[in-house]
């Protein structure tokens, strides 16, 4: 009922029309959940699928099935359930202010770097623990040789970009900004970091996400969410693909048994990376620290009269929201679901 007609109670329609994006936010959370725990699922059960293939050719395959299960379906069903009607025109106009924009990667890059210093650091406490796991994701990510960290190179830089900044910048950013800049920014946020199912890169992108929604919203586009978030990516890509070099290798497992490593022209390079990338973490955070104290001059405005706290409450109250945060809490910790149903499935193989 519109609000201008007599009787009808002011903003009810759009409290109305908020809860049912939160809804379908818990939807789209329990699909990103469910679909990464089928594709850990068929992993775990071994069919051997790829095995018949050359090990390059294999590590393809399996790099488009994470594809499948981990952007294609759930975005797909984002899209489905959220319905944003020109979405693309919308978010992919010329930003505004692109070179201040730009200016702002330092500052986000060490904010968010430190975050995952001082996290990694925090997961020192549960090492003897399952929960370690989900601190410890550089082991998954390495590549086995050149081949393979360049296709993870075009997925970090390319693909993962392109997706996740039209998901999370895009349609549940805008989704949500109707109810509030700022309340939009920290759920599209939250929804980033829960989706990378591990607690190191959790709190990594929800700060990252913090950041990049601020520009997204700042901007009006999210060209240049899209072209940093590549950036920061390949920082990491070029680190991963470094480590794959042998000797580069070789020298990092001597550096971790306290043996002196051989200093070859790759090592070299690799050190001085890290040097730079070091430098460059320092120089953000001083940036960052500059810019926090102005914060108050880059607020968002509001746009809705309904309180912060209120909003939240609707939002973690939805059903499907609540499933869906504990389907995200128990796949970043012991996992207690994909195993069970990992048991189920194999006394069912069993018993046929």
Not at 132 to 152: E, H, Q, R
């Amino acid at each position: 009922m519109p609000d201008n007609i007599v009787g009808a109670v002011p903003g009810e329609d759009k409290k109305q029309d908020f809860r049912n994006v939160c809804l379908r936010l818990g939807v789209m959370l329990i699909i990103i959940f469910v679909s990464r725990g089928v594709e850990n699922i068929l992993y775990s059960l071994e069919i051997g699928w790829f095995s018949s293939f050359d090990p390059n050719a294999s590590y393809l395959l399996e790099t488009a099935m994470s594809f499948l299960f981990l952007y294609i379906i759930p975005l797909g069903c984002t899209i489905a359930l959220l319905k944003p009607p020109g979405m693309c025109g919308k978010v992919y106009k010329k930003p505004k202010f692109f070179g201040s924009a730009m200016g702002m990667f330092p500052a986000l890059y060490g904010v968010a770097i430190m975050t995952n210093m001082l996290t990694m650091l925090c997961s020192k406490l549960f090492e003897q623990t399952d929960l370690y796991k989900s601190f410890n994701t550089v082991n998954s990510l390495k590549p086995d040789n050149m081949f393979c960290a360049i296709v993870l190179l075009v997925q970090l830089v390319v693909i993962a970009p392109l997706f996740e900044e039209f998901w999370f910048r895009g349609i549940v950013l805008e989704s949500l900004r109707p109810y509030g800049n700022g309340f939009a920014i920290f759920v599209s946020a939250l929804m980033f970091g829960l989706t990378h199912a591990n607690l190191n890169q959790f709190f990594y992108a929800f700060v990252l996400g913090i950041g990049l929604g601020y520009i997204a919203v700042s901007t009006e586009s999210i060209v240049t969410t899209t072209i940093m978030h590549a950036m920061f990516n390949s920082i990491s890509g070029i680190m991963l693909l470094l480590i794959t070099f042998p000797d580069v290798g070789d020298y990092l497992m001597a550096q971790s048994a306290g043996m002196e490593g051989e200093m070859t022209p790759m090592v070299t390079v690799y050190l001085v990376f890290l040097f730079v990338v070091f430098l460059l973490m320092l120089v953000g955070v001083f940036m960052a620290i500059a810019k926090f104290r102005k914060i108050k001059r880059y607020k968002v405005p509001k746009m809705w009269d309904v309180p912060a706290v209120k909003r939240w409450g609707i939002l973690l109250s939805r059903f499907t929201m609540i499933i869906g945060l504990i389907f995200a809490v128990d796949t970043m910790g012991m996992q207690y679901i994909t195993r069970g149903i990992f048991r189920l499935l194999t006394m069912a193989f069993q018993l046929e």
